[in-house]
Protein backbone atom coordinates (compact mmCIF):
# COMPACT_ATOMS: atom_id res chain seq x y z
CA UNK A 1 0.00 0.00 0.00
CA UNK A 2 3.37 2.15 0.64
CA UNK A 3 4.50 1.80 -2.67
CA UNK A 4 3.38 3.17 -6.18
CA UNK A 5 0.78 0.45 -7.55
CA UNK A 6 0.49 2.18 -11.52
CA UNK A 7 3.62 3.91 -12.41
CA UNK A 8 1.84 6.87 -14.63
CA UNK A 9 -0.24 8.16 -11.64
CA UNK A 10 1.01 10.88 -9.50
CA UNK A 11 3.83 10.42 -7.42
CA UNK A 12 3.51 9.30 -4.41
CA UNK A 13 0.18 7.83 -4.75
CA UNK A 14 -0.31 4.25 -3.39
CA UNK A 15 -3.17 2.35 -3.46
CA UNK A 16 -5.97 4.55 -2.12
CA UNK A 17 -3.44 5.91 0.16
CA UNK A 18 -1.22 8.81 -0.78
CA UNK A 19 2.42 10.50 0.45
CA UNK A 20 2.46 13.93 1.96
CA UNK A 21 4.96 16.83 3.14
CA UNK A 22 2.72 18.85 5.60
CA UNK A 23 4.72 21.12 8.43
CA UNK A 24 7.82 19.32 8.63
CA UNK A 25 5.94 15.84 8.71
CA UNK A 26 6.25 12.89 5.61
CA UNK A 27 2.59 12.00 5.87
CA UNK A 28 0.72 8.77 4.73
CA UNK A 29 -3.26 8.83 4.14
CA UNK A 30 -6.43 10.00 2.43
CA UNK A 31 -8.79 12.68 3.00
CA UNK A 32 -12.49 12.65 1.00
CA UNK A 33 -15.98 13.57 1.78
CA UNK A 34 -19.23 14.38 0.07
CA UNK A 35 -22.19 16.60 0.70
CA UNK A 36 -22.38 17.16 4.37
CA UNK A 37 -19.22 15.00 5.61
CA UNK A 38 -15.84 15.45 5.22
CA UNK A 39 -12.75 12.99 6.65
CA UNK A 40 -9.27 12.25 6.61
CA UNK A 41 -6.69 9.95 7.86
CA UNK A 42 -2.87 10.14 8.42
CA UNK A 43 -0.30 8.37 9.54
CA UNK A 44 3.77 9.92 10.65
CA UNK A 45 5.73 6.30 10.09
CA UNK A 46 8.88 8.61 11.69
CA UNK A 47 6.90 9.40 15.04
CA UNK A 48 4.60 6.48 15.19
CA UNK A 49 1.56 8.65 15.48
CA UNK A 50 -1.87 9.17 13.17
CA UNK A 51 -4.81 10.97 13.20
CA UNK A 52 -8.25 10.33 11.93
CA UNK A 53 -11.14 13.06 11.47
CA UNK A 54 -14.55 12.61 11.09
CA UNK A 55 -16.69 15.45 10.61
CA UNK A 56 -20.74 16.33 10.07
CA UNK A 57 -21.33 19.50 7.83
CA UNK A 58 -19.63 21.86 5.09
CA UNK A 59 -15.58 20.81 6.87
CA UNK A 60 -14.00 19.82 3.92
CA UNK A 61 -13.74 23.34 2.38
CA UNK A 62 -15.14 26.80 3.47
CA UNK A 63 -14.25 29.92 1.19
CA UNK A 64 -10.20 29.03 0.68
CA UNK A 65 -9.80 27.17 4.04
CA UNK A 66 -9.32 23.81 4.66
CA UNK A 67 -10.67 23.43 8.43
CA UNK A 68 -10.08 20.21 8.84
CA UNK A 69 -6.89 19.86 7.97
CA UNK A 70 -6.04 22.63 10.91
CA UNK A 71 -8.01 19.93 12.98
CA UNK A 72 -5.79 17.21 11.98
CA UNK A 73 -2.27 19.77 12.31
CA UNK A 74 -3.51 20.65 15.83
CA UNK A 75 -4.08 17.20 17.33
CA UNK A 76 -0.59 16.28 15.54
CA UNK A 77 1.19 19.67 17.23
CA UNK A 78 -0.33 18.03 20.73
CA UNK A 79 1.43 14.67 19.71
CA UNK A 80 4.71 15.01 18.25
CA UNK A 81 5.76 11.95 18.76
Known amino acids: MLRSQIPD ?3 GQG ?8 R ?3 LIGHDGG ?8 FYDRQA ?3 VVVLANG ?5 GARWPI ?13
Do not use: C, E
Request: charged share 30%.
Open 69 to 81: QRIMHLLFDRYPG
Open 15 to 22: LLWYRTRS
Open 24 to 26: GRT
Open 48 to 50: DIG
Open 34 to 41: DKGVATLA
Open 58 to 62: NWRRV
Open 9 to 11: TTD
